[in-house]
Every structure is written in C-alpha cells, then in structure tokens.
C-alpha cells in the first residue's frame, strides 16, 4: 500500500499531482495580439470606405458668390449683366444641375417702379485693348448650369426689364438660383444705389453702351442712406 504523497510504481517523482496551466508565451502573446490588431484595422478600413461611399454620393452643397461689379445699360429696356461664381467645396462624385437662375429687384425709394427682370441669355466679355474698352458677345440661351467640386462655373448672366428703366434710388433684392435636387432655391443678396448723376449717364448711353456699377468703392459707406456693400455707380 503506497503513503499518500508517494509515487505509485511507474509513476516518476513529482507526477503526484495535475500538470500546471502553462502561462502563454511571448510568441503566443504576440500572435494573439497581432490578431486583434489586424481585425481592428479591417474594422476601421471597412468603415472609412462605407464612409466614402457615402460621401461620394451625397448632395453638393453649392456655394455662390457674387462679383465686384456688375453692368447695367438702358435705353428703352434696362439690361443688368451679373457674373457669380458658382463651385462645391464638398468632395462628391454628383453635380447640382441648376435649372433656373432668376433676379428679383425691387426700389426702396417710393415712385421708382417695380421693375420685372428674366434671365434673357448668357454671354461673354472680350476686351480691346486698343480701344481700352469691353465689348459684349451673346454665347447662349438660358440653360441648366452643372456645378460639382470639379465643375465650377462662372456665367455671364444678362438679365431684361423690358420697358422698364433705372430711376434715382435704392434697389434691394436677390439673386436667385433654382435646383433640380428639390432643395430649396439658393439666394444671394444684393443691393444697387442709383445716383442722380448714374441717371444722367446712363441715359446718355443709350441701350447698348453699359456702365460699370461696384460694391467695393471706397468712402461710400458714409453716403447717405448707408451704401456700404452696394453696387454703386464705379468712379473709374
């Protein structure tokens, strides 16, 4: 009869009991490690391209920025010519198609009238040198503007108020830009101050010679009505 604690026949010393739990190694350490952190890896991969995905097909957001001057000549009928810049900062595969651009302008000073201005044709600036002056081309018909981050577009935009013409006063209004995604229309903001002495030179022009109005003129902040921000009549 063996003593507890003593070896039975063919055991060899110190097998009295059950093997320990072998502490892990470095390697397996390091090879469960490396699993996790390719698995993390492959989350996050993963992710970041569901996220592209999704970025790349989401809506524009179309930014819009008006120009430093704008023309306007006038005869029997007033023409506004307006130049905006359109452009996406958002990184997406899709383009907003604008499909309309409309201009709504109307006379803070009573008994100016109201005029009824429409996107009449887009067109294009040439400059002679010799003669020091710009002369105006008509390029197209009213068409839908595709804007994206790649495509960014700059129109020349002309607009009619048939019968109608600038009197002495403040004008105040919008540019408005309509889109075919069912957002709701984009609007910029504008403001015109007309001058007597505008008046005086405009009607000396006639309908096909046009005068450079700005909202960047110098001192015109401290005339009266406060003009600061509006297109006035460029002293250049």
């Not at 009607?203 to 009266?224: C, I, L």
Request: glycine share 10%; aromatic share 10%; net charge neutral.
């Amino acid at each position: 009869m063996a003593f507890n604690g003593s070896p039975t026949p063919g055991e060899p010393a110190g097998a009295t009991e059950g093997p320990a739990s072998a502490e892990p190694t470095p390697k397996k350490r390091y090879e469960v490690a490396q699993a996790w952190v390719s698995t993390l890896v492959g989350v996050v991969a993963l992710g970041l391209s569901v996220y592209n995905l999704l970025a790349l097909q989401r809506e524009p957001a179309v930014d819009v920025s008006l120009p430093h001057i704008t023309r306007i000549a006038q005869g029997k009928d007033a023409w506004l010519y307006f130049q905006p810049t359109l452009s996406s900062r958002v990184k997406t595969e899709r383009v907003e198609v604008i499909t309309h651009v409309g201009l709504e302008l109307k006379p803070v000073t009573p008994g100016a009238g109201q005029p009824a201005f429409f996107w009449d044709e887009t067109g294009s600036f040439s400059y002679d040198a010799a003669a020091h002056a710009l002369t105006y081309q008509r390029v197209a018909d009213p068409s839908p503007l595709l804007v994206g981050q790649s495509e960014p577009q700059q129109p020349l935009l002309l607009f009619n108020a048939v019968g109608w013409r600038f009197a002495e006063g403040r004008y105040e209004g919008s540019l408005v830009f309509h889109r075919a995604s069912g957002l709701e229309p984009l609007r910029k903001g504008i403001c015109l101050v007309v001058s007597k002495d505008a008046v005086a030179i405009m009607r000396r022009g006639a309908q096909y010679e046009f005068h450079d109005f700005r909202d960047d003129v110098p001192g015109t902040a401290s005339q009266k009505g406060g003009t600061k921000g509006c297109y006035v009549l460029s002293p250049v």
